[in-house]
Nanobody, 119 residues
Framework: QVQLVESGGGLVQPGGSLRLSCTAS????????MGWYRQAPGKQRELVAV???????DYVDSVKDRFTISRDNTKNTAYLQMNSLKPEDTAVYYC?????????????WGQGTQVTVSS
């Protein structure tokens, strides 16, 4: 059984910052890609940022130069540092990870954490 647990969401004013964390636990052999998605009310879930096991990253255009994804492989944890937050960043943010357990690879999701950007 693998779990992804997110933390760090909350209410922040426009221009503020938040740091999200996502920790994977369980009988994990290895973690491939880790990523953050978000879903705003009435909208489809979208990929925000992704980081490969080797550290290469990619971002949706709307967050480039404002968000930074990173990971600590020793802790099975990914982070999303969000700066210069805008009201349109308001959404539930979900962690995603591709995890291998022995010879089987699956995609796992966290439960989501709410980020609200409002004055």
């Amino acid at each position: 059984q693998v779990q992804l647990v997110e933390s760090g969401g909350g209410l922040v004013q426009p221009g503020g910052s938040l740091r999200l964390s996502c920790t994977a636990s369980g009988r994990i052999s290895s973690i491939n890609t880790m990523g953050w998605y978000r879903q705003a009310p009435g909208k489809q879930r979208e990929l925000v940022a992704v980081i490969a096991s080797g550290g290469s990253t990619d971002y949706v255009d709307s967050v480039k130069d404002r968000f930074t994804i990173s990971r600590d492989n020793t802790k099975n944890t990914a982070y999303l540092q969000m700066n210069s937050l805008k009201p349109e960043d308001t959404a539930v943010y979900y962690c995603n990870a591709i995890i291998r357990i022995l010879f089987k690879t699956n995609t796992y999701w966290g439960q989501g954490t709410q980020v609200t950007v409002s004055s």
